[in-house]
Structure formats: C-alpha cells, structure tokens
C-alpha cells in the first residue's frame, strides 16, 4: 500500500494549493463583504471578464505578461467601481436579499455580455507552466505561483487595513457604518475605495486563474458558488477564517477527487458547508464582537 | 362582471386548444404554463421574504426522480411523480429545518439553499452512470398500451390541458394560503420573527410547512417538464441557473400578487422566443444579457415588479396598505 500513500500525499498537498486558488479567489469579495455587507454575486464573474482580459492583452496583442496582469488588474479594479456606482449605492439601503438579487442580475448580463462578445468557443493563454514533479508526486507549478499569490495578497491587504489610515477607517466602517460618518469619514469614498479593492483582487485572481483553466463565459459558474460558500463558512468578511476556509473546502474536494469522482468532493464540501452553517453560523472563526 | 372574470378566462383558455391547435404556439404556451407554474412555487416562499436559491434543485429532483424510477425500475409516473415528490419534500425538511431552528435567516438562507443547489446538480453529474450526467437523460418512450400509464402524450393539446390544469392548481393554492391564518403568520415572521414568537406564532413550523409546500410544488413541475419534454439534463432542471432564472421571472412579474409569476413567465419565455425568431443563433446570450439588465432595473425601481406596480397604479388606495410590503425584502 506504499503506493496509496502517495496519492493520499498528493492529493493532500493538491488540496493545499488548490485552497491557495480558493482563498485568492475568495479574498476580495470577503473584503467587500465585510466592508460594504453586500454579497457581489457576480464576483466570479467579474474574475471572468479579467481572464478575457488576459487573453486578450496577451495573445491577441502580444503583450509582455507583467503588462498585461497590471492592465487586468486595472480594468477589473475600474469594473467593480463601476458596479458599485451603478447597482449597489442605489440599493445601500434595501434588503439585503434585494442586493444580492441585483448583482444576480450583473451576473446574468456579464455572462451574456461576454457570450455576444467573445463566444462560447474556450480560449487559453497557450501558455502551460511545467508540472513540478518530486519525490514521484506532481504539482502544478501554476497552483504553487497562485498559493504564493494569495498568501501575498493577504499579507498586503492585511498590511493596508492595518497599517494605513484608509484602512483603518474601512475597518471601522465594517464595524459601525452609521457612526462613521459623525467622525468625519466619507463613507462614498471608504465604499469606492473597497470596491477597487475588491476588483483589483478579482484582477490579481483573474491573472493566475487564467494559466490554470481555460475561459468561457461560463467559467465563473464552476467556481462562483464555492467562493461565496467560504466567505460565509470562514464568517463575513473575517480574511483570516476566509482563509482558513478555503483549505478546508479544497481538502474535501481534494480527498473527495481522490477516493470517488471530483464531483462528490463538491457535493461533500457543500454537504460540510450546510452542517457547518447549522452548528457554527457565525463562521470557522467567529469575530470577536 | 369582476366576479365571473376568471371564469370566462378560464372557459376561453380550456377551449384554446380546440378551437386552435398549430403546434408551436401550443407549445410555447405549456412551456409558458409549466414555468409559471413553476415560478408560482417559487413565490409562496419568496414573498414571504424566504428567498430561496435551492429551488432548481427541488426541480431537478422532481424530473429525475421520476425519469430515473420509469427507466430502470419501471415504476409509473402516477406512482414516481409522488415518490418524487415525497422525496423533494424531505430534502427540503432535512435542509429548512436546521436553518429555521438556527435562525438562518435572508441572504444567509440564500446561500445556505445555493449550496442545496449545487449539490443536486454535481450529484446528478457525478452519478453520470445513471442519469447521464450533463449530457442529459431521456424517459424511455412507452411501447404499447394505454400511454395513459406512461404519461406520456404525443398530443400538445393534451398536454396544454394537463398543464393548464396544475397551474390552476398552483393558483388555487397560493389563494388559499393568501386566505388562511398561515398568510398572516409568515407575514408576521417576516417582519419580526422575535415579535411573531412573543404573539404565540410557532416560527419553525410556519416556515417549515410553506417550505415544503413550495418544494413539492417545484418538484412537481419538474416532473410535468420531463414528462413533457422527454428530455432532461442538468442545466435544463437543476442547479443554480435555474434558481436565478426563477427569482428573475417572478421579480420581474411582480412576487406579491398570485398572477406576477405568470407574468413574469409569459415575459421571459416570449422574450427569449423572440429574440430567437428574430436573430436566430446570432441571438445566443443576448436574451439572457436583457433579463440581466431589466432584473437589476427591476430591483432598483420597481421591486413589486410588473403586474404589483400596475395593480398599483389602478388602486392608488389599495396601494397605501400594500406599499409596506416590498420595504420587507422581495
């Protein structure tokens, strides 16, 4: 059974990387949720057009690669501004649901918007980073590029919230929104700021996702649900549970992928995700309030 | 002449087919019936503020239950569309009772039921050996005998009148719970479920029994749309496109009067039609690309939707008790 064992290595060590994709795919809409307590349902879209954004920038106009993730970056950064401006400071003050049914509404026209625009065929950067193999295992070099991505941008995100005045103020907001305005905070401004955030993490996502998967319009389908789910199990806007969350998450899919297919790792993560929900509803790491 | 309104409605739909029968338009319309059918589900649970993003799972259960039972056990539609049924009934208790008795409650809920979603449809897709995964599945057709056992009709006609028959059905429901103390109950619920508690309302079981009644009645649906089809598959029933779909018609129909889910299928599905009559496969997305815009549109400016602003419109004094509503959550 010497050989069971280094799958089971594998697969755990998989899991690790595939939980670095989840937790950078999951980061900025934790921030946003935290933030601006608004569930961007078409967060994952917003990922896919910053992987046409890619495509585009680098294999249509042949683009150095640094180039074309910071023109991504940009882009995605100005769309979720533009999101906010127009769906959700509108609805700042609805029902919760009723946000999160708008950006339902997003979700429906960039996916649409990308199909009239783009097409249904897949497109890849044609870019295949090499497979790392050790000790008789294989890994993905492009997953080891997105884990280290993730960990960095937690860092820096972490490092701006606590570090700077900007985030401190988005920190108290998270806190208290109606206060904040009476210390002198322009809460329009701290929202606009978070949003950019928010994108320019989507952007960062988008730039590693692409070298792992190919693009379709429908491609925010695949992993959209898992990321809302670990902003919820890891506890709104909590980064650090978000995080902890995503290993988690991608250790079931991991070890589900290895003993049956990968589609009952899904059913179990979210089997695990409605358990959880029931027994710790504030999330892995409940804030303390 | 208010009173015998629905009547005369009613005779002139039941005649529709006998007097008119080319096999588009007929076909069209029991889709439209199937789906609003559908969608009126969706809304006894909806309007209440009990959003749910599950119900393409309760749909796909309905279909593949009920295919899966014909196929490999033989079992008829009269006997597998209420195993179906039970069956979506008890994965909505399993589901709904936790989060109610937790206080699981708004876009918590939603994503609680996303999940429930999310896991019907990669069950469907993992169990590929029986259901055909995403390529879909197809109930056998029936050879010989009464096609009466097997539910399955050739006829349009035929089925226009079954479908016609079950939306009634679903609008007969949703006019008894508008009547009954329940209606009151998660009225109150959904506006302060503490303050409905302390006025003797059983929360837990008041949620609990619209749930599951709103489950079988989309599981149901999805049994008439594979029976009627004779071709199912994961994105068509299940999953988490068709829950949005069904917020997005009956938002856009209007969630607090019993004819806004109808609405808001006759608008979808004409929508979708004529833009495909019209653009042919250049129209591919773009259908889809409107409802986004109008869903948002929607939400921000008219979230009684298109039937509860008109309704509106018509009884400015009526309004006044009603407006209370949408301000709960859509």
């Known amino acids: ?289 | 002449m208010r009173r015998a309104l629905p009547f005369i409605a009613g005779a002139a739909l039941v005649a529709l087919p006998f007097v008119y029968h080319a096999p588009y338009p007929l076909h069209i319309l029991v889709m439209i019936l199937i789906w609003s059918f559908a969608y009126t589900s969706w809304s006894m649970m909806g309007r209440f503020g009990l959003v749910s993003l599950g119900h393409g799972g309760f749909m796909g259960i309905g279909a593949y239950v009920t295919a899966l039972l014909w196929n490999h056990a033989g079992v008829s539609p009269w006997i597998g569309i209420p195993l179906a049924l039970v069956a979506s009934g008890v994965l909505a208790v399993v589901v709904a009772y936790p989060c109610f008795r937790f206080r699981i409650i708004g876009h918590y809920f939603a994503l609680v039921t996303l999940a429930l979603s999310g896991i019907v449809l990669q069950v469907i897709t993992a169990t590929r050996d029986w259901t055909g995964g995403s390529l879909g599945y197809t109930p056998e057709r029936y050879q010989g005998g009464s096609l009466l056992y097997a539910l399955q009709f050739t006829s349009k006609a035929t089925w226009y009148l079954i479908a016609l028959g079950v939306w009634a059905a679903g609008l007969y429901v949703w006019r008894l719970v508008d009547r009954s103390m329940m209606r009151y109950a998660l009225e109150a619920i959904s506006e302060d479920e503490d303050g409905a508690a302390a006025t003797g309302v059983h929360v837990t079981a008041e949620k609990l029994k619209i749930t599951v009644l709103s489950a079988v009645m989309t599981a149901l649906a999805g049994a008439l749309y594979c029976q009627y089809q004779m071709f199912i598959s994961p994105d068509t029933v299940s999953g988490i496109a068709i829950s949005l779909q069904m917020v997005f018609a009956v938002v856009v129909g209007g969630i607090y009067v019993s004819l806004g889910p109808t609405v808001g299928a006759v608008i979808t599905i004409m929508l979708a039609e004529v833009l495909r009559i019209s653009f042919g496969t250049r129209a591919v997305g773009w259908d889809n690309l409107v409802y986004g815009v109008l869903l948002v549109i929607f939400i921000i400016f008219l979230p009684k939707g298109i039937l509860g602003s008109l309704l509106d419109l018509k009884r400015p004094r009526a309004a006044a008790t009603l407006t209370r509503s949408p301000a709960r959550s859509a």
């Open chain 1, 1 to 289: 059974m010497a050989f069971f064992d280094i799958y089971l290595l594998e697969a755990l060590i998989n899991g690790i990387l595939l939980g670095g994709v989840f937790a950078l795919l999951s980061l900025g809409l934790n921030l946003i949720f935290g933030v601006i307590d608004v569930v961007w349902i078409c967060y994952a879209e917003l990922i896919m057009l910053g992987m046409y954004g890619m495509y585009f920038v680098y294999s249509v106009y042949h683009a150095p690669f640094a180039v074309a993730a910071v023109t991504c970056i940009a882009g995605v950064a100005v769309l979720g501004v533009i999101l906010h401006v127009l769906v959700i400071a509108p609805l700042l003050g609805a029902a919760p649901i009723n946000q999160l049914l708008a950006t339902g509404g997003v979700l429906f026209f960039l996916q649409s918007a990308a199909t009239v625009m783009f097409g249904i065929e897949f497109k890849n950067l044609g870019l295949r980073l090499p497979v790392l193999k050790a000790a008789g295992m294989f890994i993905s070099y492009a997953r080891l590029l997105a884990f280290a991505a993730a960990l960095v941008g937690m860092v820096l995100v972490y490092l701006f919230l606590s570090r700077t005045y900007t985030g401190a103020a988005i920190r108290a907001i998270a806190q208290d929104r109606q206060i904040m305005t009476l210390m002198g905070v322009d809460t329009r401004r701290i929202y606009l700021i978070t949003s950019a955030l928010g994108g320019a993490l989507a952007g960062l996502a988008a730039c590693l996702l692409v070298l792992l998967y190919d693009v379709h319009p429908f491609v925010g389908l695949s992993f959209g649900p898992i990321i809302f789910l670990i902003c919820v199990l890891g506890g709104l806007g909590n980064l650090a549970g978000g995080f902890v969350a995503a290993f988690v998450f991608a250790e079931i899919i991991s070890l589900g992928g290895l003993y049956l297919d990968l589609e009952w790792g899904y059913v179990f993560a979210f089997v695990f995700f409605i358990v959880m929900m029931c027994l710790r509803p504030e999330g892995l790491l409940p804030r303390r309030s």
